[in-house]
């Protein structure tokens, strides 16, 4: 009887597959199966799969393409259904039904998945009904892996639900193997599929029964059961943010190309962003003002309706808002919102927040008087900024300026912060150039640790250890961490000629003004901290920093800026100046980057060869 059955099965199949007229069906399996943000946008990345059914001659290829990508192409071997008749094409055969309550089963072409037909259970009272094919089994072998599955397509399901179970005939009788998902409710056609081990050293057949436990009514085509050598699934992550399409279709063996189908999906995994272009405009006494900020968010947009505002007009930086909030009188309302105005372009993608009028309530400067703007996106991703009014500003001149975390600046000055290039690996907020050369979310990495001082100190050993600044060619250390005051300076220091390198074996405390002649040049290599006074106002050098590069680590409440000739490479930078008034603090920056390129060409010698191309760009 096993003999006939299995010579009735692979007669079956070849006849299926030389006759295979009908194109592979691909199902495309979102999670989050529902957009978890507003509006109908995912706020998180998007996990696709590509399920691909074809019960005749097999899935050969799924294809699919994102956008206006190119596609992509996964293939698989052969592996055909062995369920006969298992989309109903040929009536109920091998196929009966069975039913313990007020209900019937029919095959029907009323709604199909696969091929015209489908069969349908339909059920008035609750109780058990199914179809099964336990008299026309799978023939398997014990121990291999098997993909199942079948199509569902549900109307008023309520009860236990619609599902499908898996037996396997074994010597000592029938054993259940698997159990689908439950499905209940009204849905569109469905596919749950499973792979499952023949778990059983007699078995040599499995079967289906496609069940309806409850009322309501309920559609089953396309069952599938094929040794798994491969199933045919294709599993990617979309994270582009923005309306995406994705377009797919599938190839069977016998050469049927399924037609094109696509998905469209909204992302927005990125708030509101690149707050810029703050400025604080007089509007009454000399200490209201009424404040204004840029803000966009390039996917989904601004929503207008949430935009909110409050301040923090004395030194605790508690949050609110005074009742009467433009003569700062009446209760302060603790941790509420002021409405925001918003002034939109770009379509929404980008707009400019406005405050009320606000009375800060006095003229105390030595205190940050901050302001808090807060927005959401149309996918309620929330975004916040807080700003001094009257906080330090930093400015950097000719020379790039990149952060592998974020760049959020407390404050804005008079002017653009850089007239060159600012990267961001996250967010970028309030720093602004004047060529609008602003990258945020930068993707490429960055390998530090060629810039290290362990790694530099071994290309280019030292020729000898010094205690003070050097002032001839060449590589040189300190023994320990570096103090540059009145002792560490050389005589007429100012005024010499030299190119060289400074190995820094601890922290480098900078406590006097350091001053080059213009095609003089040191690169400060410096194993811990380079902790500035201050009292320090001007800085040549270029420093490459392993730990925290500090402008200001003996108080931050200033009247002199720091102006640093050279540049900065460090694993931290903390911009610690305040000025004392609010005046200095709104003309002037606090700290001042000025790149000179004379560190890429005077020391290709000392740091190995360089090719340098001079363009010209044209804006």
């Known amino acids: 009887m096993l003999f ?59 294809n699919w393409k994102l956008n206006d990508n190119l596609w992509t192409k996964k293939t698989f071997s052969q592996t055909l259904n062995m369920v006969i008749n298992s989309s109903f094409e040929t009536g109920t055969e091998g196929w009966s039904f069975s039913s313990f309550n007020n209900s019937t089963g029919e095959r029907t072409n009323e709604f199909a998945k696969i091929g015209d037909y489908s069969v349908k259970i339909n059920s008035l009272e609750n109780g058990t009904s199914f179809f099964t094919n336990k008299s026309n089994y799978v023939v398997v072998s014990p121990w291999k892996t098997v993909s199942l599955g079948a199509w569902l397509k549900g109307s008023n399901i309520m009860g236990d639900g619609a599902f499908y179970k898996i037996y396997i005939l ?31 050293d007699s078995a040599y057949g499995l079967y289906f029964e496609l069940i309806l436990q409850g009322v309501g009514a309920v559609y ?26 994705l377009s797919f279709y599938s190839v069977d063996f016998a050469g049927n190309i399924e037609t094109t189908k696509t998905a469209d999906f909204k992302i927005d995994t ?38 909110q505002f409050q301040y923090s007009p004395l030194s605790d930086l508690v949050w609110g808002y005074f009742t009467d909030y433009e003569n700062c009188k009446g209760i302060f309302e603790a941790g509420k919102w002021l409405s925001a105005t918003v002034d939109f372009n770009e379509g929404g993608l980008s707009g400019r927040l406005e405050s009320p009028s606000i009375d800060y309530c006095n003229s105390n400067w030595f205190f940050c008087k901050g302001n808090r703007f807060k927005i959401e996106d149309f996918a309620g991703n929330d975004s916040t900024k807080e700003i001094c009014l009257n906080g330090p500003w930093v400015k950097s001149i ?90 560490a300076i050389p005589q007429n220091y100012a005024s010499r000629q030299f190119s060289n390198v400074l190995f820094v074996n601890g922290d480098l405390i900078v406590l006097r003004d350091v001053n080059m002649k213009d095609t003089s040049g040191t690169i400060f290599v410096v194993k811990g901290d380079v902790l500035v006074s201050r009292w320090v106002s001007f800085l ?55 790149y000179d390129p004379k560190y890429l060409i005077e020391f290709t010698s000392l740091f190995g060869n360089a090719s340098i191309k001079w363009s010209e760009i044209f804006e």
């Open 4 to 62: 006939l059955a299995l010579c009735f099965f692979l007669f079956s199949s070849v006849v299926f597959a030389d006759g295979d007229i009908t194109p592979p069906t691909t199902s495309p399996l979102l999670s989050p199966a529902y957009p978890n943000g507003e509006n109908g946008w995912y706020t998180v990345p998007v996990d696709i799969a590509l399920n691909a059914v074809d019960l005749e001659s097999g899935v050969k290829e799924i």
């Open 270 to 307: 990125i708030a509101p962003t690149n707050w810029q272009n703050f400025e604080a405009e007089n509007s009454g006494n000399a200490h209201t003002f009424i404040s204004k900020i840029s803000v966009s968010d390039n996917a989904s947009g601004l929503n207008a309706n949430s935009s």
């Open 170 to 200: 074994t010597a000592e009788g029938s054993k259940l193997l698997y159990t689908s998902s439950v499905h209940n409710g009204t849905y569109d056609w469905l596919y749950d599929s499973k792979d499952v081990i023949i778990s059983s």
């Open 398 to 487: 000719d020379g790039d300026v990149a952060s592998l975390s974020s760049i959020d600046m407390l404050s804005a000055g008079a002017e653009d912060n850089t007239n060159a290039m600012v990267i961001s690996s996250k967010s970028l907020s309030n720093f602004s150039s004047s060529r609008n050369w602003l990258i945020s979310y930068y993707q490429n990495k960055f390998d530090g640790g060629m810039y290290s001082y362990d790694f530099l100190i071994g290309e280019f050993p030292p020729s000898s250890t010094i205690d003070k600044l050097p002032t001839e060619n060449g590589v040189f250390k300190t023994a320990k961490t570096l103090q540059i005051n009145y002792f």
């Open 540 to 594: 040549d050098g270029f420093f490459i920093v392993g730990g925290t590069f500090n402008t200001s680590y003996n108080g931050g409440i200033v009247d002199n800026s720091l102006k640093i000739f050279g540049g900065v490479l460090a694993n931290k930078v903390d911009l610690n100046r305040s000025f004392s008034t609010f005046k200095i603090a709104s003309e002037e920056p606090s700290e001042e980057f000025i």
């Open 220 to 245: 089953f085509d396309g069952v599938y059961a094929a040794y798994a050598s491969e199933q045919p699934k294709a599993e990617f992550t979309v994270s582009d943010n923005g309306e995406n399409t």
